[in-house]
């Protein structure tokens, strides 16, 4: 299962408080979103400098759930109007500037999101284990007017989890404006949520300011992610303990 947070550790909807405008203007440049390659990073003045931690999230999903179309939409770049299967990798860099509960730190979070096409993957073996390694999260897509999507979910979550349950998962309905086309009921949304424990996200529709659209999914992966370190943190220290015999 995913481990899921007991409590908020970000601020929530901080990109809408005065004082995150300061890090958010660095990744806006006249209301759009700035894009940023492999090598490329936002840059603070010395006096607001802030730590980046870097995450690797792997798209899954069937081919045409929309997984190219997400990833755009979450780094604010154009979203494909036509369908294209991916061929091989592609991957894309998102910067999310967090707000830490606890102590008011902010940290940028850097997300690099892989997107491989589901025929690429079946006819090169090489690739899956390529997007497995080193990976933290996953994000796996349905999309609403697509019940055979839906009912993949599990499969897909399966296999993921048999090769290590140490990973952050949410879940992303896309298509979700499409109402008149919907295929997936809210209440077995519900159910599945009851059975695996696991966020269940929208997206779908025009792309408003850039931020409030794409907020809630990025915002739950930092959320995510940042609890998911801290178990780690803390398993790793009792451990240390336990080496050197501290322990009461």
Not at 129 to 138: F, L, N, R
Not at 140 to 156: G, M, V
Not at 213 to 225: H, K, M, R, S
């Amino acid at each position: 299962m995913s481990l899921v947070p007991p409590r908020a550790y970000i601020v929530p909807d901080w990109h809408r408080c005065k004082d995150s405008k300061e890090y958010f203007n660095k990744i806006i440049h006249k209301k759009n979103r700035k894009n940023f390659g492999l090598l490329e990073s936002p840059v603070m003045p010395p006096y607001a400098a802030v730590d980046t931690l870097d995450y690797k999230i792997f798209i899954s999903g069937k081919s045409g759930v929309g997984k190219t179309a997400l990833a755009a939409r979450l780094a604010g770049l154009n979203i494909p109007s036509v369908h294209h299967e991916t061929t091989g990798i592609q991957t894309t860099v998102v910067y999310w500037p967090v707000k830490l509960r606890e102590n008011g730190r902010v940290l940028f979070f850097r997300l690099q999101l892989w997107d491989c096409g589901e025929n690429a993957l079946r006819r090169f073996d090489h690739l899956l284990p390529s997007c497995k390694e080193q990976v933290d999260a996953v994000l796996f897509l349905f999309s609403f007017t697509d019940r055979t999507s839906f009912q993949d979910l599990s499969n897909q979550i399966t296999k993921w989890t048999e090769s290590t349950d140490c990973l952050v998962k949410v879940v992303v309905g896309t298509k979700f404006d499409l109402f008149m086309h919907c295929d997936v009921a809210e209440r077995d949304v519900r159910k599945f949520q009851e059975t695996w424990r696991l966020p269940v996200l929208h997206s779908g529709g025009e792309v408003s300011d850039g931020l409030g659209d794409v907020a809630p999914i990025l915002n739950c992966l930092a959320e995510n992610l940042w609890h998911q370190d801290c178990v780690r943190a803390g398993a790793a220290g009792r451990q240390q303990q336990h080496e050197t015999g501290t322990l009461p």
